[in-house]
Structures are given as structure tokens and as C-alpha cells.
């Protein structure tokens, strides 16, 4: 067994049902559980990880590393404090005021 796999501080954030399916597997995960300023830390990695995921992806696989992208802003907004329902509302409230991304608008600077 690798240093990586059994020292704190090693790994990295998985869904919670991954040592179910590892043992399933008929594997032994080795896991901890991290505190709260490594859990914050190791959900801003697992972010820009599903992130770059996201922008290797094919059109086919997008949509699942999508998906991989809200499942970990959500739980970034309720280590925030911030449920669905309000998140949802801080970017009804930035869209209301400062528009989305539907218009397709690229700016190029001033004159």
C-alpha cells in the first residue's frame, strides 16, 4: 500500500458511496474523514478537477461532467451555509441585475 493511500492529508474527496463500491468491489478503501477547513479546501480542488473534466469532455460525456460540476457547487454553497434554494436566488438576483450568458455577447473592450 502506497504512502498516498494511508496517510491524512493524502487522497482525495470522493462521493460518499465510493468505499461502498470499492468494498463492493471486493476491495478495503482505506478512507478518513476530513474536518471542516480540509473539507473546504479539498471540495475547491475537487471543483477545478471536475471542472477540467468537464472541459476535456466530448459533447456525448458533457452532460455527466456537468452534472459532476453542480454536484460539487452544491455542496461548496452548504459548506457555505446556503441551501439549493438560495443559491438558486443569489443567481436569479446576479441575472437580474447583470443579465446570463444567453444573449452570446462577446466584448472586446472600449473605444
Same mark, same amino acid.
Do not use: C, H
Given at each position: 500500500?502506497?504512502?498516498?493511500? !494511508? =496517510?491524512? %492529508? $493524502? %487522497? /482525495?474527496l ?12 471486493? $476491495?478495503?478503501?482505506? !478512507?478518513?474523514? $476530513?474536518?471542516?477547513d ?5 471540495l475547491?480542488? /475537487?471543483l ?22 453542480a ?5 461548496? $454553497? ?15 438576483? /446576479?441575472?437580474s441585475?447583470?443579465? &446570463?450568458?444567453? &444573449?452570446?455577447?462577446?466584448? =472586446? &473592450?472600449?473605444?
Amino acid at each position: 500500500m502506497s504512502n498516498a493511500e !494511508t =496517510t491524512p %492529508g $493524502a %487522497g /482525495k474527496l470522493v462521493r460518499d458511496r465510493i468505499p461502498e463500491i470499492i468494498r463492493n468491489d471486493g $476491495a478495503d478503501p482505506v !478512507t478518513y474523514i $476530513a474536518g471542516p477547513d480540509e473539507y473546504r479546501a479539498r471540495l475547491r480542488e /475537487k471543483l477545478r478537477e471536475e471542472v477540467a473534466e468537464f472541459l476535456e469532455a466530448d459533447d456525448v460525456s458533457a452532460p455527466g461532467e456537468l452534472a459532476d460540476v453542480a454536484e460539487v457547487l452544491l455542496a461548496l $454553497a452548504a459548506d457555505l451555509g446556503i441551501n439549493r434554494e438560495q443559491l438558486e436566488a443569489i443567481r436569479v438576483a /446576479k441575472a437580474s441585475e447583470r443579465g &446570463g450568458f444567453a &444573449g452570446r455577447i462577446v466584448w =472586446t &473592450g472600449n473605444r
